[in-house]
């Protein structure tokens, strides 16, 4: 920490969704309040504030993170990729569109995470078998959806990257 003063104020630096900001804040504010309350990117969901359900996640520096469990202070200089930063412009990614294709979200409170969790999965994954994504989903709790629908979203993704790599391989 550079910036830090006597009345417990930070200022903060960083970037999210590829855009830098700054902000004076609170040295106890957690990473999902400055999300939600100071930057209104509410696809980031609260649910049960310990770390157990996965609904608050986001990149910090590439790593999947519960931003319930960190200050917002922890991500000074860090970047941020939150669930409206994934898309390119309004270009969905394989994933969110394969949960739209599958019928995945009921209420949707959950599904900010389970994409994150999905495309973290995906990244060092590309095709994951289903225990690899129930394991890898199993820090994102649903109380909607039964999971299988969710769980086939993120093994379509999985097993159109395959055949598209069989194809390349074919013609070659
Ligand atoms: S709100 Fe952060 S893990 Fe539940
Ligand atoms: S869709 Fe409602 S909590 Fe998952």
């Given at each position: 920490?550079?910036?830090?003063?006597?009345?417990?104020?930070?200022?903060?630096?960083?970037?999210?969704?590829?855009?830098?900001?700054?902000?004076?804040?609170?040295?106890?504010?957690?990473?999902?309040?400055?999300?939600?309350?100071?930057?209104?990117?509410?696809?980031?969901?609260?649910?049960?504030?310990?770390?157990?359900?996965?609904?608050?996640?986001?990149?910090?520096?590439?790593?999947?993170?519960?931003?319930?469990?960190?200050?917002?202070?922890?991500?000074?200089?860090?970047?941020?990729?939150?669930?409206?930063?994934?898309?390119?412009?309004?270009?969905?990614?394989?994933?969110?569109?394969?949960?739209?294709?599958?019928?995945?979200?009921?209420?949707?409170?959950?599904?900010?995470?389970?994409?994150?969790?999905?495309?973290?999965?995906?990244?060092?994954?590309?095709q994951p078998d289903r225990d690899a994504i129930r394991a890898a989903l199993a820090g994102n709790i649903c109380r909607c959806t039964g999971y299988q629908k969710i769980i086939d979203a993120v093994e379509t993704v999985g097993k159109?990257?395959?055949?598209?790599?069989?194809?390349?391989?074919?013609?070659?």
């Amino acid at each position: 920490m550079n910036s830090s003063d006597s009345n417990g104020l930070f200022d903060l630096s960083v970037t999210v969704n590829g855009t830098p900001v700054k902000r004076t804040v609170p040295t106890h504010l957690r990473l999902l309040d400055f999300l939600r309350d100071e930057l209104r990117l509410t696809g980031t969901k609260e649910v049960c504030g310990e770390g157990e359900c996965g609904a608050c996640s986001v990149f910090l520096d590439g790593k999947l993170v519960n931003s319930c469990l960190i200050l917002a202070v922890e991500a000074h200089n860090a970047e941020i990729t939150t669930i409206e930063g994934l898309a390119t412009g309004k270009k969905l990614t394989r994933l969110q569109q394969a949960f739209i294709d599958h019928h995945s979200v009921q209420c949707g409170y959950c599904i900010p995470g389970m994409v994150l969790a999905g495309e973290n999965l995906l990244r060092g994954n590309p095709q994951p078998d289903r225990d690899a994504i129930r394991a890898a989903l199993a820090g994102n709790i649903c109380r909607c959806t039964g999971y299988q629908k969710i769980i086939d979203a993120v093994e379509t993704v999985g097993k159109n990257q395959s055949q598209h790599t069989k194809s390349i391989e074919d013609n070659r």
